[in-house]
Each structure stands twice: as structure tokens, then as C-alpha cells.
């Protein structure tokens, strides 16, 4: 794979203090174009406020790294029972679904909060003792991602929260350049794998979470997987065919929720005078058909599947896959640099290898998010980060248009429930 | 009565354009001491957001006085959908329990909306077509006493908002003068009123709501009052009597709630190291037995008056009785002209009169809200200002401490749900 | 009134233990025609199965007679918990809402618990003791007319739980016969009443609940209340008008009801082939426009009446006017007798006088459910009886096809919340 | 395996006829202390009444059999409505939550249904074309392990609504003889099993449920299983620890539910008098600590094996282990036959080989229904059987004391939600 840029190499050729200066500078970024009401709704018990997000994160250095190193306490007590998220060996914590009930900290004290906690860990960065101690390194570490994160989520979440607003609030806008796309019905819209056992799972020093370990074996039977993501339009036959209306073709869970809640087309679909728009953090737009679908969830992802003759991928597949390919495509960072729209891009007309695994859309699995054969999750709280999330969730690959560039790997495994549709979370074809 | 004040003829001695600056200048006051984000919270369905408030008042004025004018509409059309409150005549409302989840238009922009129809409105009111147009004055007296009603709401509902807040947020600093209390144990607590018929309900010229007509005869047994509010000392008594604990003194749907929300006090209190503080607009403070208890329902109301052998007033009772004392007491413009905390004040040692008629608490009766004999709505969307709500409310009387003082009468009926719990609500035993 | 019986004369004048047979041996009858599975169905809260009703009622005597006596207790300890209905002063209550998850007891060894306590009733009413004892006198008058309360719930509670069978199941047969019924339209359908100061209530020594107590004085203004009963063709007129779909007709919580659950008609109308049918305890039969409608709740009783341009009656005026006619009307056990069908009959074409004022229909009223003037509760855990559920509903006045013929007075306050159906509740109209 | 009883064997030397015949039987002998009265309850949603049981197992074979034939519908059109469960291929369903509000047909009326279906099943079963029809035969096979199924459900649903009657009702007394059981703690109670590929799933002609084919390869590691189910007294271990207190012993979405709901102790647990018991089907009795423990959901499960330092296996891994082991155990009709308590029994003590594995309890894997790779669903309606409930929901292996003996096989997946606790579900470790 001589084309793969070595993201990891990349990251460790930087500091921990550039590092952290541009992991941290990006929530600021994230932020420029909005207002403080806007940093305060909670749309649904999912969503955070980004006020939240911009705490919390801090929280999360000052508490596992700042008052690791010195007892150090940057700001007021209850900080802590408002701002931790879930981890119950840290103490209490305010209930997650009345974080929009909060109007203080106001957005500037929070502020203030990241400015102090950053003067600190600047300090700290940048000295001796930091150097030393590699438990520190891998705490820092795993806060910049944690951090990376939550970015991905201060995205989706106020795209939720603007989603509720009549208005249609435009959160950025862009340029909407892309390439055309063929056919997928053809039979060069697949790439095919062999049955073998395969290693997947993370090795090696660079960082990674624990639920990617250990490195392990897997046996998979011959599979093919199909060469782009589904597009919009492609999604609109299915709705033509009857696809919601249908129950053949839905999981039972599915066609509960479809009734229950009188699905009809994906999250943020609109039927405005007869033609379909959507909204997308640049505002309502017309429904471009030649762009991945994203924001549908896994029981509508199985249901168009199903429909196609198709099915999705396991983790193992896409996994195995995606060794063929860079760890490059259309992410947050560069999606801003470049002044283009946060939206999941049009796939290249030319696909020489699988187009689009990274970046765009995050891509459904069939796997349910469970431990790896000799999982351990890490010691103490930090172990809380992941193990204890291992149910009734289903895993997703491959990163999307809200994701850091430097934050996916080929490892990586993104997790959201079955009913979950408010991610830019899309479709890759198995068969 | 020559030491009552006649509110009504210092109302109408001044101009409508004075009266219209005076109103709409408090809800700039009432304001002053907010974040942004503190007026985009919505904690329960009860409560809206201070924003919406502001902007609803505005929309008041908009759809009813100027659009019937000339047509004019001074901002976009969809603020209708947002704002308005639950006129379906006029149209469709944006869902009252998702008003919290709307950011845009921001408090700059909707004091932007107040400002333009402000201009508008002083226009209107200046000249000579107003002057002519009775039917116009009597929309524009509605509106402001409209808006009066809702400063009253963005203070309960701010209080609300900022009680979620583990961090207790100071509304409003204010002095905490107050004289000190007698017993109301001994038989000179109570004055005596006679059997008879009595009218009660608005009549004459000036302005009152619908619901206070018409004017018409009831008739009364004789009973007594008692001449003060009770204090939360005495509340205090009935809690220690086990008065939480004992469904004898309870409505049953008084004592499913109070089992069901696990009710130990009014809301507001809470124990605090062995010590009861309430929660008030200047923050957590120590609870004061001598003033008045404010913040129960009608259930609480009615449990303690069995606890003391007595009962709370009908609305007739209560109506009949003011008519011997002046329309006055501590209402929210004189508490900040004074400075004092916008809470209900102890009573005056000296009672020559009934005591704490008018501000301080809303009075619980017993009195379920109904039509009047011979009520009539007014005409069009202004009738479902009040005769729609005629079911499931029980009437209060008086007003608060959070009442402007040119707002109430002493035919004024307000209203609420026997388990609301967020007005400035207590209690004066009748037997 | 020369026409009128006495029927609390004729009650006196059978002796206790008669009548506790009568009263007991109706319950009986209405069960002979259950299989044992359709006595434990609770098909919503305020259901209770037929089984649970037979139970209750055997140990409001066992509880409240036999156990204070000697301490008798016929059968086991825990049937006290099961069977107690909302005595918090005798006990704790399995919950209400959980009556039908218990096929135990079953019928049979409910009917030798009613057996036994009969057996030791029978010997009571006939004994010395009794006779000399006027307290144990009153306690089983209450207990007959307990027992007949649930006489009338278990009518209405099947009908509700058959409903719920799209098998249709009749309950009993009967005779369908009726008279004609003429215009309500023209003036002679009005009756007029004086304004004045009128006497309400009960007072005197025949048997009355607390709630009817002390009889007491109010002051009417002139009305008049319609000569008959709204019926079914004149309540689908009102659905043609857009009944149902017309916010301005209704109260605010009653129009938030029929978004939130769709009504379009009263409760057990069906239309089935483009026909109205309607579900009744002969199962489902084509609806007769003539008959009285019923199955509506107060929200549908005011929405009406406003759309009619008149309004629901005052309980006070209900009960006043009710003094012009005898207390006889279509009962439940009448209807047995005769062997007719139990619902509401058509009422007679000649009126010399207001018709249908007892039995057919229970009558919604204007009137929150309140204390009277000087009302005291029973001593005792027998206070529960009335007073605590003095919020939040509604008084019906004259009985329905499903009230025993001498459990009905002229000062009976029936009472439910605004929002109930399942009974047999109708309108008669006021202006 | 010499040892093993090969039951498929045994199962295909009884003709159809015979064995429909005693599928059939069991189920009647099932209900045969049961009174109508039980038979109605649905005691939460996922609970069926015992008469839909009967019902529903009969119109499966009236629906996919006899209708089949020659179009044959024995009894009532709505039946059909009533009785299908969730086959949306065959049309509407009767809403599941509502079973319980059915009071009709009768048991009675079922029991002649069931007698209607038989008649013709008995003819069709011994006559020509049937031999000839392997279509048929297949479905035949279906709808007897189909009957098995619901004979399982029958008891645990029977379990669950008499649990909630404090009368404690007893649905068959058995003899609850038992052997002794040693400690698992040393190194003799694991046994290992190497790395490798392995075939697991069903192949050959027997019958199998599609979800268990195709047969096909994964890769394992090395593993161990513990030689015996966890016992009562060794969960007794866990709690006296702690183990309901401790949130760092649970995954996230268990700990919720046990704050939630305020688990501490297996579904049917009691403490009485300082002392544990357990509701069994014989009624409430003395908790047995040598007793398999049971009624435990995939969250406890998870939770106590944590504890313990362990965790529960694969259902691949348990696949492979139970090749070793012969098919028998503690099955429903083995203890009918033998008159022993319908619940689990202790291990023995002498342990050749893995213990439990067949009978008893269901074994909790940590593995979530999915299909294999190379699933496909049967055509048509029975498609609908396992296929679309292949989410959020994880396998247990084994058979439990409620399932007939000659219905589970080594490659049988059960599946049920990871909070479900009324099934007779149990824990065997693994590391």
C-alpha cells in the first residue's frame, strides 16, 4: 500500500503541545459561527449543548491529567458533578438529559474554563516531567481523541438542534463541488475477498482504543463489497418501491419503529412542494441524488439492503478491506480548510480501488459492538470509556465528513444504536 | 374606603403612550440582569423561555393592533408560527413543550422585533385615528395587561429555569426588610363577615378580562378569614406533624402526587446540613419562618388547612372580603423601585385591616375556574384569551409579588392547575 | 308532585335483611350471564374486573360490619389487602391499576367469600343487636348503597371490556322498544326557572352520602333547561358541522384530547360499511338515532352545547328544576324485569313535563365537584368515602339505564373527571 | 460419543401422526391444574395469556396446514386476526400488548377449536397425499416444534402472572430431589479446549430452525467452560458483595436498569423474614443455595461473571463444548413423567464431563442474534419465523427444565433481550 499516508507517523512527527494546541483550536473553530443560544439547546436526550461539549472536554484533561499531576483544581467544585459524562469512579454526575436545563456556566466562563485549564496544560506539555512519564503521555493521548470526538458530536448535535428550528438556521456555508458518479448495477461495482482467516484489530505502539484489541483471528467466507456508498438516489427508488411502507423488509424492531413513529424517509428529508430537500449544516437544500445518503439508521440501512438483494458488511469484512485502500477522503478539517460544504461528498466517476471507506459517511456494520476475543478494558475510570458500552449497539467504520482527519483508523470501530439516525451514518453494500 | 387608592383612575390619567412605555420598558427591566443564554431555557412544559416571552408579547401587539391597521407586518412570517401562543384562530403554533429548542432568532434579534414594533405601536398610539378607534384601545389595553401577565411568568419561569441549576444563580440581589409577626393563634386572626347576597365581578368602564363578568349576585353563609397569609414557620409545624406522611389530609389525587414526586416540602426548599434554605430570584438562602410560605399547590393548600381544622376561601368569599381593603401591597415595580428582594414580605405587626390582600402570594380558594352566570367571550381569537381554560383550574386571588402593581383588581381571577407549584402561590385559611 | 313515589318511603318499609337480599341478589343477576374469564379482565385503570367488584363489595361488609361486631373475619387476612378499594385508614391497597393481573381468587371461591359473609349478614340484620344498634344501622345502609354503586361500575366496566373484543360479545339481550320523539327545535322545548335564593342538598333522615350535605342556600338567576335528553341524530349533526374538527367549540384541554386521541365520535360508535353503528350490551347494533346519546365525556357535553349556542347546566340548577318531576325513570332493574335492552330508551313524544330527568343517561353539569357549604366528612375511615376526591372532576346528576331504581335521589352528585366515557353520560341542554 | 442419545433419531422413528398426537397432549396436560380464570392474564407485554397459547398454536396449523390444503378454515374468520402472532404475510395482527383484554373465546371455545384442528389434522396426517407432500412435512415439523416452543412460554408466562398475585398461587406441586454439588473454585471445574477453525450449525436432514444453518467455519481461540452452571449460593456471594451496588460491575445500559427498576436480586426473589425465597412454579419456597440459579438477564450475567473474574462464552464457543456432551438432561416432560418440580436441579456431584449443558436453564451467551454468514430465511410467510428479530437481542444454548426433551439439538439458538428475566435463563462461565 505505498499510496497509504502513514497518519500515525504524521501525528507523532508533532509535539503533544502542537498537537494539542490544533486538536484544541479546532472546538474553537467549530465554534466561531455561533451564537451563545445556540451553545445551550439540548434537541433530545442524545444531544449535548455544545457549551457541554466545550466543558466537558476540558473537564476531561483537568481531571485526568491536571489533578493527576498536582491536585490541581482549576475551577469550581461542582464543575465536576456537571460536567463529567459517565464515569461513575469519578463521582456523581448531573443527569445527561437535563443538560439543556443549564444556562450557567455561561458560554464565556466556559471559556475562561478552557483558557485556565489550557495555560496549565501548556505548562505541563511542554516540561520535563511530562517527557518522563509515559502513563501522562497516553492520558493526553486519549484526551485529544476523546476531544476529537466530541467535535464529531458538536457537529451532529447542532445540526439536530438547528433541525428543530422552523427557521432552518444555516450553521455554515460552502462550496458544493464534486464529480459525477456511474452505475453501481453493474458487476464492476464490486470488489471481491477471499475466504481465509484474517488478523483484525489493532497492534503496535501507536495510539488506538482499547475496544480495537487485541489484534486477533477471524474466519471469513468469501465476500464481495460493493465499490461506493449508496446515494441518495438511489435511496429515493427505494422509497418509490414501497420501501416504508413494506414489512417484508424490515427487522420486527424496525417496522416498530417505522409505524411508531411514521418514518418515511431519512432524518432531515423534506417533501417542500412536491420535491425533496434536505436540511444540512449549510440549511435546506435541495436533495442532490448523486450524494451519499447519510442519516439513516441501522434498521433502514438493512431494510434497503434487504430490498437491493444485498445485505451490509460485517465489521471483519469491512476491516479486512479497507487494507487495500489509504486512510484519506473527505474529513472536517479539510472540508473547512478548503471552504467546502460539511456534507458527505459525491463519489469519484473514476474508482480505480473502494472509493469513499474513509471520511463522508460513517458506514454500518451487521456487527453488534461486542468485546474482541481477550478484550481488557484499561484500568480505573478511563476503563469506563468503552467496555461498558458493549450492548445492544451496533459498530460503524470508517470515519465521516465531521471527523478529524488525524482521528480515524482502519481499526477503528464508531458505535450508535440500531435506532440512531442523527450521525452522518450511511450504507456500503455486502453480498 | 378613603385610604384605598384607585388604581384604575391613575391608570387612565395617564396617556396610552406613556402607559405602553412604562409596560414595555419593565420587560426590558426584568431582563437586564440576564445572560443570553439564560433566556433560551425551557425546564419544564409549563415554563417558556424568556425570549419567547418577549418576542410573544410583541406578537401580541403585532397580530391584533397592527396588523388590523394596515396590514403591517414588521418582521418575518414565520415569527407568527413561533409566537404564537395558542390563538387558533390566527393559526397554527410551533408545539408549546419545544420552545426550548429553538436558539434563532437570538435575544439581540428579538429586542430588534420589539424595537420595530415598538416604533410602530408609538406611532399608532400618537395619533388621531387611535384616539378615534375604540375598538383599537380596548385591543391595545389588552395587550398591555397581556404583557403584564407575562412579566409576571418571566419571573416565575426564570426562577425555574435557574432552580435546575446545581450552581444556584442569583437572579436579583434586594434588601430583606420586613416587620416582624404576631400569632395567628388567637381569636383576633380572624374577621367575621356576615350571610347574605352579595355581587361580585367587573362592572363600570374600566378595563377588566372576560372571565371577571358579569357582574352578578351570589350567596355567601357567613364565615371569617383569616386577617394574614400563613408563614412558612407555621408550615414548618405541619411538615413536623408528619403533614407529608398522612393521606387523612390529603385529596387522594393530592396524596397519589405526593407519593408519585416523593413530595417533602414546597418546592423551593431544600435541607441543606440539617437546616432548610429556599431557593429564591437572590439565590439559595436561609429559609425565613415569619414570611409568607409561597410556591404550593392547591393540594399542599388544602392539606394544611385540614391540618389546621380550617379550609381555604371561594373566590366569592375572598372577592367580598377585599372590598374593605385598599389595592395595595408589595408588587414587584414597587420592589424594585425600593430595591427590596422580590419575595413575599412578613406581615406588619399592626393589622388594623385584613393584611396581605393584595401582592406578596397568589391565594389558593377552592373555587374551581367557571363561567360566571351569564358569561359571554369576547368576539374572534380574543376569546380564547380565557374562556377555553374554564376546566381542571382552580381560581386564585390577589396577585404576587411578581404582579405589577397597575395590573391587578379585586375582581381578578387568575388561574392555574391544582399541582402547580411554580407560581408565587400560598395560602389564606377561611372558615 | 301526586304522581311521584316515595321511594325512600318504600325503602323503609322493607326491613334490612330484604333488602340486603334484593341488593345482593341483583349482583348476582348481572353476573349469571359471565363466563369466569370475562370476570378478570380490567380492560384501563378505572376498570375493575366483575370478580374484583364481587369481592369488594362482600369486603366493604366484612371490613366495615362483621369485623367490628366481634372481630369476625370471614376468610383470609390478605383478601383485605386486595379487596380494599382507596381506605388508607384500613390499610395499604394492592394497586388499582394491577386488579387484572389476579386470577386468584377465582369466581368460584369469590361467590362461597360472598356466600359466607352472607350467611353471617343474614344472622345479623335478624338479630336483637342490630336493631338497638343505629350506628351499625347507618353502616350497612352505606354498604347496600355501596354494593348498588357497584352495580352500575360493573355494567359500565364489562361493556368497556367487551368493547375491547373485536369479537363483539353481547352481555345480555332485550327488548328494544320505544316511542317517537319530536323536534327539540321549537320553543316549547324549553323549561323556565325563576331567579332566586333556592335550598340544595339533602336533609332529613332517609339515607343520603355526605357529598349531598348540609342542605343549604344559593342564588340562581333565571334559566331554562331543555324538556329532554340531546340524542344521537342530533349529536351526528354536530359531527357533520365539523364537529370534532373545530377548535373554537372546545375547551382547550378537551381539543388537545381530540388531537391526542383522535376522536371523531363518541366512544363505542363505529362506522362500519360507511354506517354508524354503535357497541351496546347487546352487542353491536345499528345506532338509533333517536335514542339519547351517551358515552360522551364533559369536554364533548360543552363542546356541543357551545356549538348549539347553549350550555350544560349548573348541578344547582339540575336539581332545583328536578323537583317538579318524580323520581322514576328507565333503571337497571326495571329493565331486567321488563326484559329490555339496557340502554337509554327514546324518550315519550307527549311531555307534559321535563322527561328523562332519572335513569337513560347520566347528566354532565357544569359543576366542579365541591364541598356544599358547611360540609363535614364522615368519622372514620367511611370520610374517605367522598370528600378526598373533591378535585379535578365533574358532578352528573339523575342516574343512567344502569342504576338501580332506589339508589337515586334528587340530590345525588354522581362525579368523574372531565375526560371519562365508559359510563352512561349524556347532555341535556341549558341556556 | 457413544453415550449420546441421538434424539433426532428417536423423533423420526415415531410417525407424524404419533408424534403430533403427543406435542399436542403435552400441551393439554400442561393446562391441567390450571382454572379459566388463569388462563386470561397477560401480565405484562411480553407475557401471552395461556389460552393464546392454546389458540395460536392451533391456527398456526390451521393457517400453514389445513388452509393450505384445500382451503379449510375450521372456526371464526377473526380468529385469524386474534390469533396470528406477528406474521404480517398473513395479514393483520390483533395488537400484542392487548391480549390480555380478551375475555372470549373461552377457554372452553378454544379447547373446542383445538378438537376441530385435531380432527382434521389426525385425517390429513394419516392419508396418502400428506406422505407424498415433503412440502408439507416440513411445515407439519415446523408447527410441532413450533407447539414446543409455545409449551415452554406457556410455563414461564404462567410463572409471571402467578408472581404477581401475593396469594402466591401454586401451579404444580413436585418432589425436588436432588444430589449434592462441590466448589467450583478449583481448577478441576474448567475444562479447555484448543484454538482452531470450527464448524458450527446445523446440516443434514433433520429438522432445524433456518436461523441455526448454514453450517459454516469460525475461528477460535483458545478457551475454557466451566464444568457446571453458577449456583444460587454463589450469586447469594455476589450480592453480599455488593454486586447490585457497584456500577463498575456492570455494562451501562444494565446499570441504568438497575437504578431504574432497583433490581437487587433475580426476578422472583423475596426476602422474608431476613431469609430468601424464591417463587417457583410450586409456589414460594425456601431459596435452595445448591440450586442452578435462574430468571437472571444478560446484564446480571455479564455483571456476575465480572465479578468473579470471568465472563460468560461465545455461543460458538458453547457449541463446540457441547459436542462432547450427550443431549439429555433436566427437560419439562422428564420431570412431568417423573413427578419433580418444574425447576432446576442441582448438578451431581461426580462430574466426567461437562455438566448442565442440556435442560435446566438457558445458558446466556455474549453472543447477539445475528444471521450466520450465508444465512437465508425460509420463503414466505414462515420466512418471518426467526430472520427479522435478528437485533438487539442475545443467544442462549442449552434448554431449560420448561423445554420438552425431544425439541432442542447442540445448534438450537435461542434468542431473547438482554433485560428479559422471566425465562428460565442461568449463567455457565468462561474464561
Redesign the interface.
Known amino acids: 500500500m505505498a499510496t497509504t499516508v502513514d497518519r500515525d507517523t504524521a501525528k507523532t512527527s508533532l509535539t503533544f503541545a502542537d498537537r494539542y494546541e490544533r486538536v484544541r483550536q479546532l472546538s474553537s473553530t467549530l465554534c466561531e459561527t455561533l ?7 439540548q ?1 433530545m436526550a442524545d444531544v449535548s449543548p455544545t ?1 457541554w461539549h466545550l466543558a466537558h472536554t476540558t473537564w476531561f484533561f483537568e481531571t485526568f491529567v491536571l489533578s493527576k499531576v498536582d491536585g490541581f483544581r482549576t475551577l ?1 467544585d ?1 464543575f465536576s ?2 460536567f463529567n459524562s ?1 464515569y ?2 469519578v463521582g456523581a454526575q ?1 443527569p445527561r438529559a ?1 443538560r ?8 464565556g466562563e466556559v471559556r475562561a474554563y478552557r483558557d485556565a485549564v489550557d495555560e496549565r496544560m501548556r505548562r505541563l506539555l511542554t516540561g520535563d516531567r511530562f517527557f518522563a512519564d509515559e502513563d501522562l503521555q497516553t492520558i493526553v493521548e486519549l484526551g485529544l481523541n476523546h476531544e476529537q470526538q466530541h467535535q464529531e458530536l458538536m457537529l451532529t448535535d447542532i445540526k439536530h ?2 433541525s ?4 432552518w ?1 444555516v450553521y455554515r456555508q460552502g462550496s458544493t463541488a464534486g464529480s459525477g458518479v456511474s452505475s453501481i448495477g453493474n458487476g464492476e461495482g464490486w470488489r471481491r475477498f477471499d475466504e481465509g ?1 484474517y488478523w483484525i484489530g489493532h497492534s503496535g505502539n501507536n495510539f488506538a482504543y482499547d475496544n480495537e484489541s487485541p489484534r ?6 468469501a465476500f464481495q463489497l460493493a465499490e461506493r456508498l449508496v446515494t441518495c438516489g438511489e435511496y429515493l427508488e427505494f422509497m418509490a418501491d414501497g420501501g416504508y411502507r413494506r ?2 423488509l ?6 416498530s419503529n417505522v409505524c411508531e413513529h411514521h418514518w418515511q424517509a431519512p432524518l432531515y428529508w423534506h417533501l417542500v412542494d412536491e420535491e425533496w430537500r434536505e436540511f444540512t449544516l449549510a440549511g435546506l437544500v435541495r436533495l442532490d441524488q448523486q450524494r451519499p445518503l447519510c442519516h439513516v439508521n ?2 433502514e440501512a ?1 431494510a434497503y439492503a434487504r430490498w437491493r438483494g444485498a445485505r451490509i458488511p460485517t465489521e471483519a469484512e469491512w476491516e479486512v478491506a479497507s487494507a487495500q485502500v489509504p486512510v484519506s477522503g473527505n474529513f472536517v478539517d479539510l472540508l473547512l480548510e478548503q471552504k467546502r460544504v460539511l456534507h458527505p461528498s459525491v463519489a469519484p466517476a473514476a474508482r480505480p480501488q473502494l472509493a469513499q471507506m474513509f471520511g463522508d459517511v460513517w458506514e454500518w456494520t ?3 459492538y ?2 474482541y ?2 478484550y481488557q478494558p484499561a484500568e480505573g475510570a478511563l ?2 470509556y468503552n467496555g ?5 449497539q451496533y459498530v460503524l467504520r470508517g470515519g465521516s465528513c465531521a471527523t478529524p482527519s488525524d482521528h480515524i483508523r482502519r481499526t477503528y470501530r464508531n458505535f450508535f444504536p ?1 435506532s440512531a439516525r442523527w450521525q452522518f451514518s450511511g450504507i456500503r453494500l455486502a453480498r
Chains 1, 2, 3, 4 share one sequence.
Open positions: 451564537e451563545p443560544e445556540d451553545c445551550c439547546i434537541s457549551r469550581k461542582n458533578y456537571l459517565y461513575n469512579a448531573f437535563r439543556g436545563l443549564l444556562s450557567r456556566p455561561t458560554v438542534v438547528f428543530c428550528n422552523p427557521l438556521p482467516i486477533h483471528r477471524v474466519f471469513l467466507d414489512p417484508e424490515w427487522l420486527s424492531e424496525g417496522w441501522y434498521f438493512d451487521t456487527s453488534s461486542a468485546p476475543s481477550g476503563g469506563e461498558k458500552f458493549m450492548c445492544n440500531a
